[in-house]
């Protein structure tokens, strides 16, 4: 059985456009953050709530491209086919944030300098596997498992999803996998009405909490999103990339509902959000009509440029994190141009990167995993 011969399938050109519009939404998110005192004041608030869409969107697309040629493939070969599409982006995206490690010493990180090269190496060779570091081997001070690049946490998880699905839950029938959302379902709402921040934030630290709220948020969207794609039949819909995007713009840019005695509204609207408005647009995405060549143009390129924004913007968001740091009490308005000048510098890295690196390491893989 010769897994590589296995052909792509037409893409959902829309989908593929959302998911470039909600990777813009991540790094605004991430951009906007450093300079907002709590969870009520960010610009782009609900900006997190992405990376369920980007869980959402993989378990519809990995089940519309997988789930009816597994007598073609074997779980190596799915597997082989992930890690040449998802990991020399990771790869690339830890090589760079240890690039600039050192670069980033400042007013939130002033240790950095003291970190001996050894772990720096260390930590940027775990990170190649999304393997998280422990605590102890934390070498910037934000408790993440992955300190060189932010973003690995989602990456992680991503892989556990795609594994679970490879190794079994693709064999649930329709049934078996309705019960299984639903019950995913409701342990994301319970995780969101009863979070002590008022949000499912979270997911990016190696302890029992950050653990539990990842694989919370992972498991109801990837596997909603590969139950969407058996049983959801798309019909024609016009207008439907600028009206998803201006929904997912909503979505996300909405202000915190409620306040510090009624946390659980909140919560309450994002896992609405998650649960019910997210597979409502990627029902009508998957429903959508491309309309001429502009539009066909913008969805390619954002699709194209989605994950390789998602993987290496971050390492030019410590580098703004680290000025916004040194410039403490700056305002909104004041950081405008430096955050605009970054925003335009992750995306000609990310096509850089994209064009450059990315695709022809993969062309490359192709040709070697044969």
């Not at 959902?12 to 906007?32: K, N, Q």
Request: charged share 15%; hydrophobic share 50%.
């Amino acid at each position: 059985m010769d897994n590589n011969n296995l052909k792509t399938k037409p893409h959902y050109l829309i989908l593929d456009g959302l998911r470039g519009v909600a990777a813009v939404i991540v790094v605004f998110f991430h951009l906007a953050e450093p300079l907002s005192s709590n969870h009520f004041n960010n610009v782009v608030n609900h900006g997190y709530l992405a990376v369920d869409f980007f869980f959402l969107l993989s378990g519809f697309v990995i089940g519309y491209a997988y789930d009816d040629r597994w007598n073609k493939l074997t779980v190596g070969g799915f597997l082989r086919r992930r890690l040449e599409r998802l990991q020399p982006l990771v790869i690339l995206g830890m090589t760079l944030g240890a690039i600039g490690f050192y670069y980033t010493d400042s007013t939130i990180w002033p240790l950095i300098h003291t970190v001996p090269l050894w772990k720096l190496l260390i930590v940027m060779l775990i990170g190649y596997t999304l393997i998280p570091i422990p605590l102890s081997m934390d070498i910037r001070g934000w408790q993440e498992m992955h300190p060189l690049n932010s973003v690995g946490w989602s990456l992680f998880f991503e892989y556990i999803a795609n594994i679970l699905y490879a190794i079994g839950l693709r064999k649930l029938s329709n049934k078996a996998l309705t019960i299984f959302v639903i019950l995913a379902g409701a342990l994301l709402v319970h995780l969101a009405v009863t979070s002590p921040n008022g949000d499912i934030a979270g997911g990016w630290t190696l302890n029992f909490e950050h653990m539990r709220i990842g694989i919370t948020r992972t498991l109801f969207p990837f596997f909603a999103g590969l139950l969407m794609s058996r049983v959801a039949k798309p019909t024609k819909i016009k207008n439907a990339f600028l009206w998803c995007s201006l929904l997912l713009i909503i979505v996300l840019f909405m202000p915190r509902i409620g306040n510090d005695d009624h946390l659980w509204m909140n919560g309450l609207y994002e896992a609405i959000c998650i649960i019910i408005i997210f597979p409502l647009i990627v029902y009508i995405g998957a429903s959508g009509i491309v309309h001429g060549k502009t539009e066909n143009k913008v969805c390619k390129f954002l699709g194209e440029l989605s994950y390789p924004l998602y993987m290496t913007h971050y390492v030019l968001v410590y580098f703004y994190v680290a000025w916004v740091s040194n410039h403490s009490g700056i305002t909104l308005t004041e950081a405008l141009p430096t955050a605009l000048l970054t925003f335009a510098g992750a995306v000609i890295l990310a096509y850089v990167s994209l064009k450059w690196y990315d695709e022809p390491i993969r062309a490359w893989l192709r040709k070697k995993l044969k």
